[in-house]
T-cell receptor
Framework: GEDVEQSLFLSVREGDSSVINCTYTDSSSTYLYWYKQEPGAGLQLLTYIFSNMDMKQDQRLTVLLNKKDKHLSLRIADTQTGDSAIYFC????????????FGSGTRLSIRP | NAGVTQTPKFQVLKTGQSMTLQCAQDMNHEYMSWYRQDPGMGLRLIHYSVGAGITDQGEVPNGYNVSRSTTEDFPLRLLSAAPSQTSVYFCASRWQSEAFFGQGTRLTVV
């Protein structure tokens, strides 16, 4: 089936690292994505990883991909109040990676 | 460069009315998609298109029609609106890895 799963909520202290986890089902996914959505806004692409990679780092963001377990994670270092948002994991599927299927999103809240 | 433009931003419909949500992109992308976003359910794929003249169903296609007569436009039609179609609708266009999203249309069916 087409299933991307994430936990719904995560709360971290400001300055700590946040780790958001995701599992997906399609082992033939070409790209795996992390999107950020702030209240009342559209989706902003944070980063993506090609399926033949196992890690990608971009400033405060680190993406880890475990293809064997179909597990994707997003680590945000030094979490700030501006990081409060919903984070969506997504995978590309289908012929020519024509579809992108999203998880239900993880709401990240920051404690002072 | 406008990117992905959705209209209208807000709409209220009565049950049984029909309407078309518009989506246009100026990036010459082949892939376009429509999603609906409901609380706690993330984005669910309604229909998608891999090029002009080609459309296919996503996860939740019932109650919606699409067409793709040009590369730029991908309208979503509700033929007979139902309260269950109250949602926020996002259009996206894509080339290779990155999908670009419109700002969304908030639809309420009463």
């Amino acid at each position: 089936g087409e299933d991307v799963e994430q936990s719904l909520f995560l709360s971290v202290r400001e300055g700590d690292s946040s780790v958001i986890n995701c599992t997906y089902t399609d082992s033939s996914s070409t790209y795996l994505y992390w999107y950020k959505q702030e209240p009342g806004a559209g989706l902003q692409l944070l980063t993506y990883i090609f399926s033949n990679m196992d890690m990608k780092q971009d400033q405060r963001l680190t993406v880890l991909l475990n293809k064997k377990d179909k597990h994707l994670s997003l680590r945000i270092a030094d979490t700030q109040t501006g990081d409060s948002a919903i984070y969506f994991c997504a995978e590309s599927m289908g012929s020519s990676a024509s579809k992108i299927i999203f998880g239900s999103g993880t709401r990240l809240s920051i404690r002072p | 460069n406008a990117g992905v433009t959705q209209t209208p931003k807000f709409q209220v419909l009565k049950t049984g009315q029909s309407m078309t949500l518009q989506c246009a992109q100026d990036m010459n992308h082949e892939y376009m998609s429509w999603y609906r976003q409901d609380p706690g359910m993330g984005l669910r794929l309604i229909h998608y298109s891999v090029g002009a003249g080609i459309t296919d169903q996503g996860e939740v296609p019932n109650g919606y029609n699409v067409s793709r007569s040009t590369t730029e436009d991908f309208p979503l039609r509700l033929l007979s609106a139902a309260p269950s179609q109250t949602s926020v609708y996002f259009c996206a266009s894509r080339w290779q890895s990155e999908a670009f999203f419109g700002q969304g249309t908030r639809l309420t069916v009463v």
